[in-house]
């Protein structure tokens, strides 16, 4: 039978911070203790590392929380967005956005291009930096969006879910216009627009340019109403050129007979 080897006990303050629901700071004190010139530390100034590892610790939870809410799709940060990659990318406007003084103000962003530009990734980098600057965040692929509310139409969850959906600070409408709405479907993004008009923010990501929107939900009225209270104060970035999706290498008779 393999020995356990010693368990190092935990000093009382340390397990006083934790049952106070501190564990940065007691993280920090043990860290603390372990450092040999620790003495040559002010009071203050241990006091101080300590604050700082409780505030950072709580900052990173929240944001953890945040980002799990989110359900984003992509794993992509501002910071890592290629801005020389051909696509037409105004990089003046992306700048503007990446600050979020729009989501502040209750403005909409509108990612139009063909597939393969990387419209969900600028959707979601900004998403993650909306989660950095303390807002509630949603990601919803707008298919799925809309079997998620016929369901929750069926079980007595729509109501709900419609809250759920209009009451966070940025929603991000992935893939808007690969189908004709249904009467449902479009009563139901009505509901979403209309509460989050002047409350929040949303980006919509399509390929389908704007100016065939109106077509893409069946009653003119509701497409009328929609699209007032979307595309009017929106920004808009419009994406051209080929998809930056790698295609895999063709294989040739050649390598076919070497792999056989």
Not at 36 to 64: H, I, W, Y
Not at 157 to 185: C, M, S
């Amino acid at each position: 039978m393999k020995k356990k080897g010693p368990r190092m006990l935990t000093h009382p303050t340390e397990q006083r911070l934790i049952d106070l629901g501190l564990a940065g700071m007691a993280k920090a004190l043990e860290d603390q203790r372990r450092l040999p010139d620790v003495a040559a530390l002010s009071f203050e100034e241990r006091l101080g590392l300590l604050v700082d590892r409780e505030a950072l610790s709580r900052d990173n939870k929240r944001l953890g929380n945040r980002l799990k809410f989110a359900g984003l799709r992509q794993s992509a940060v501002i910071e890592d967005i290629d801005m020389k990659a051909a696509r037409g990318l105004d990089k003046a406007l992306f700048a503007k956005l990446a600050t979020g003084d729009w989501i502040d103000q209750h403005q909409n962003l509108i990612v139009i291009g063909p597939t393969g530009l990387g419209k969900s990734w600028l959707a979601c980098a900004l998403g993650h930096k909306a989660c950095r600057d303390d807002h509630a965040v949603l990601y919803q692929r707008v298919p799925r969006m809309f079997d998620a509310l016929a369901l929750a139409r069926g079980d007595g969850r729509h109501g709900r879910l419609l809250k759920v959906i209009g009451r966070v600070d940025l929603l991000i409408l992935d893939d808007w216009g690969l189908a004709t709405l249904t009467p449902e479907q479009g009563r139901d993004l009505l509901e979403i627009v209309d509460d989050r008009h002047g409350r929040g923010s949303t980006i919509v990501t399509s390929q389908l340019a704007v100016e065939h929107w109106h077509d893409a939900i069946a009653n003119p009225t509701i497409a009328d109403a929609i699209l007032d209270r979307l595309v009017h104060n929106a920004h808009r970035l419009n994406l051209k050129g080929e998809s930056m999706r790698k295609p895999l290498p063709k294989r040739s008779p050649l390598d076919e007979k070497t792999a056989a």
